[in-house]
């Protein structure tokens, strides 16, 4: 299989701390990937490189069968090539309807000429209703964004993210704040959309990832310590000391 996303030999140091070392890291098209880690372990720094909200001192970033090089891209072209990024906390338009949250996000022509005289059209509408039942909001379209529950926020966000159709989904901390039932509907989701395409999630939640049932790649210090099935690298000794020897 080859990679949609190839990440070799990243480094980047903070004020004279070396926050990732050496990282290497790839996922196929339609892999799901858990990323897990303790604290500060460069979790977010190398979600914020491969986005190109950082770049790195050293490595390189690789896109795509036409092998893009994401570290010559800003953040918007990044997205553009097909990369989504779902940040913790849900930044969803609180006072409009879920229906009108996901049709912001499709994927139309952005001008500013354009959203001014945007009217939405049948496919539009279509396109919206199978976001919402993707990611199981069908029933809650024409309520108030601002009135579902955390859980259900953060579906709509993957909906928003999805009206992008992205070719890799980066998902930060999904189980946070939720309920059990929210969990188990979150880990069937990504589970589904991994289907279509490649999915990150970063989480802390083990639970949570055992359930997602799929690679898992452990960093710590910056790099990557372990990778393999939960069952894999939970066995593994390094990784033991790292989350139960300190
Ligand atoms: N802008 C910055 N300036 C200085 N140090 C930073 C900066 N960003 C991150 N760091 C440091 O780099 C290291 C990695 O941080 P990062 O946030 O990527 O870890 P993480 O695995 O996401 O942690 P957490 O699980 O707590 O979110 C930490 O030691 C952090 O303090």
Request: a negative charge; aromatic letters at 6%.
């Amino acid at each position: 299989m080859s990679a949609l996303l190839e990440v070799a030999g990243i480094s980047v140091t903070f004020d004279g701390y070396k926050a990732i070392r050496n990282l290497s890291f790839e996922i196929g098209e339609c892999e799901l990937r858990a990323i897990i880690g303790p604290n500060g372990a460069g979790k977010t720094t190398f979600m914020d490189i491969v986005t190109g909200k950082t770049k790195p001192d050293e490595g390189r970033v690789i896109w795509g069968e036409m092998s893009r090089n994401l570290l010559k891209m800003n953040e918007a072209r990044i997205a553009q090539a097909g990369l989504g990024r779902k940040f913790q906390r849900p930044t969803v338009f609180e006072d409009q309807s879920v229906f009108d949250n996901l049709l912001m996000a499709l994927k139309n022509p952005r001008s500013a000429f354009a959203c001014l005289f945007y009217r939405p059209t049948g496919a539009d509408r279509d396109r919206v209703e199978e976001l919402a039942a993707e990611v199981g909001l069908k029933e809650e379209l024409q309520r108030t964004s601002g009135e579902l529950s955390h859980g259900q926020k953060q579906w709509l966000e993957i909906g928003m993210l999805l009206a992008q159709e992205p070719r890799l989904m980066l998902v930060d901390e999904p189980a946070a704040g939720m309920t059990l039932a929210e969990r188990e509907h979150t880990t069937d989701l990504l589970v589904n959309l991994a289907k279509t395409r490649a999915v990150v999630v970063v989480e802390h939640d083990m639970e949570f990832v055992r359930r997602l049932n799929c690679r898992v790649t452990v960093l710590h210090e910056g790099s990557v310590l372990a990778e393999g099935s939960l069952d894999h690298v939970t066995r593994d000794p390094r990784v033991i000391e790292v989350y139960l020897g300190r």
